[in-house]
Structures are given as structure tokens and as C-alpha cells.
């Protein structure tokens, strides 16, 4: 278990690969979003290999490469919520995909911000 709310396979590449990177800060930032909405945080996308990140569309300095990032949501919370939460719990890359209903929260080393 990568923590007390998140399996190791939340985390794991979705082609089957079986990359595998788990960050325990990234972790930190989830947990703390999860207990401040008291509800499950649902990752649609973890770590990525080089090939799944391009099946994704993802950037060639992806932080999903490197096991830093994930693209989550939180059912029935609004996207500006979780970003709030996001900051606060430490996140330093933060994307809004507003059409696709989720955000991109990661631990690089600088601040970051977009939308998708």
C-alpha cells in the first residue's frame, strides 16, 4: 500500500508495463486532499512509461514520467476546491482540465500553473 487511502496500483502505469514510481510526497498532497474533503481522491492517471505518455498526449518532460504527478478528481467536489486544497497541501504543478473534469497535481521543483 502506497498509504492508508491509496494502493500501489492506483499508481502503476495503465498500459500494463508495471512501471511503478511511487512519490511519498505526492502521496502527502493526496491524503491531504482527501481528508479535507473527507471523500475518496480517484486517480485516472499515475506514473506513464515513454510509450503510454505518448499514447496520452503527454509532454516529453511529463512529470508522470518521473512518478511525480497525478490527474485526479473528487466526485461531486468542484475543480476550483480541489486546486485550493492542492495548494495548500503543497502541490507545486497544478493543471485545470475543466472539460475533461479533473486536475493535474504534482511535486516538481517549481511552481506551475495551467489549464488543459
Known amino acids: 500500500m502506497a498509504s492508508v487511502h491509496f494502493t500501489d496500483e492506483e ?14 510526497r505526492l502521496v ?7 481528508a479535507r474533503f473527507m471523500r475518496p481522491v480517484h ?3 499515475g506514473n506513464r512509461c515513454p510509450a503510454h505518455n505518448v499514447e496520452c498526449g503527454g509532454v516529453d518532460s511529463s512529470q508522470h514520467l518521473l512518478g511525480t504527478a497525478a490527474d485526479i478528481y473528487i466526485a461531486g467536489i468542484p475543480l476550483d476546491s480541489i486546486v485550493t486544497a492542492a495548494e495548500q497541501a503543497g502541490a507545486t504543478g497544478i493543471g485545470v482540465y475543466k472539460i475533461q473534469n479533473f486536475i493535474h497535481v504534482d511535486v516538481r521543483p517549481e511552481v506551475a500553473r495551467w489549464e488543459g
Not at 502527502?28 to 482527501?34: A, D, N, S
Request: overall charge neutral.
Open 11 to 24: 499508481f502503476a502505469c495503465q498500459c500494463g508495463c508495471g512501471m511503478q514510481i511511487i512519490n511519498t
Open 28 to 34: 502527502g498532497v493526496l491524503e491531504f486532499i482527501r
Open 43 to 45: 486517480i485516472l492517471s
